[in-house]
């Protein structure tokens, strides 16, 4: 019987799993926090933060990092949500961004195949309004007949991205028109012209001849006007007769010679 102690020695293989490191820094973006402004965001402050490496997602001037623009209600984080097609690496605010948040959040795989998605900080301040100028078109013409069809009425179209300025400004029924054939007012965005049949130069025109008349609206936020042009149209006006239309005779008389 053996009886010599023996000792037996082996090699254990195994791989490491690596355990994800989360970035320590934030991205940034810059521009100014009101309608129309554009935004840049800055990835730079992720490379080289992230111990699982960012070498690939630095190559080709940053290349390997993807953006997406998210609109906040306020300053929590949870009030946040993607705006649509806004994936590049600038954004420029419109309309629907004024009284509201912004961050951006960017995107990369770290040198360990590991998908990576850093949100910027919200700004502190709401998106402020830019006022947009309006622009107004159609309904630049009418037209009215003396003494028959005196009145007409246009609705122009007022295209403005601000809330609530896609109208026209107000004016008072009454006012005189430029030429001072009659009298016009605009209410709710559309306008009415009062042809005043007693005008001199009306009641001159003959049967069918016409002149016309204008006068100018302007929109709600006063950045465009447009000239209505009313086209007006005479009528065969009835004749008047002057002068004695009395006269006298007496039955059976004749002159003494």
């Not at 997602?57 to 209600?73: E, F, I, L, P, V």
């Not at 006007?225 to 039955?251: P, S």
Request: glycine fraction near 10%.
């Amino acid at each position: 019987q053996d009886n010599t102690a023996e000792g037996h020695t082996g090699v254990i293989m195994s791989t490491i799993a690596n355990a994800d490191d989360d970035n320590t820094a934030v991205p940034t973006f810059s521009g100014s926090i009101a309608e129309d402004a554009v935004l840049t965001a800055d990835y730079s402050p992720l490379s080289g933060n992230d111990e699982d490496g960012t070498t690939d997602a630095d190559a080709n001037s940053g290349a390997g990092y993807s953006y997406q623009w998210h609109r906040c209600t306020s300053t929590t984080a949870s009030t946040c949500s993607d705006i649509s097609s806004a994936t590049s690496s600038t954004y420029t605010l419109v309309e629907a961004d004024v009284g509201k948040y912004i961050r951006v959040a960017v995107s990369y795989t770290d040198d360990y195949s590991t998908a990576e998605t850093v949100n910027s900080a919200i700004n502190s301040n709401a998106v402020s309004n830019v006022a947009d100028a309006g622009s107004i078109s159609g309904a630049d013409t009418g037209s009215v007949t003396e003494d028959d069809s005196t009145t007409a009425t246009g609705t122009p179209t007022v295209t403005d991205p601000d809330s609530g300025e896609d109208t026209l400004q107000d004016v008072s029924a009454g006012t005189d028109s430029v030429s001072g054939y009659g009298t016009y007012g605009v209410s709710s965005g559309t306008w009415t012209y009062t042809l005043d049949s007693t005008d001199s130069a009306v009641q001159a025109l003959a049967a069918s001849a016409t002149m016309t008349d204008t006068f100018v609206v302007t929109s709600a936020d006063g950045s465009d006007t447009q000239t209505t042009t009313i086209t007006i149209t005479g009528v065969n006006d009835d004749a008047t007769f002057g002068g004695d239309t009395t006269g006298g005779a007496t039955e059976d008389t004749s002159d003494a010679s």
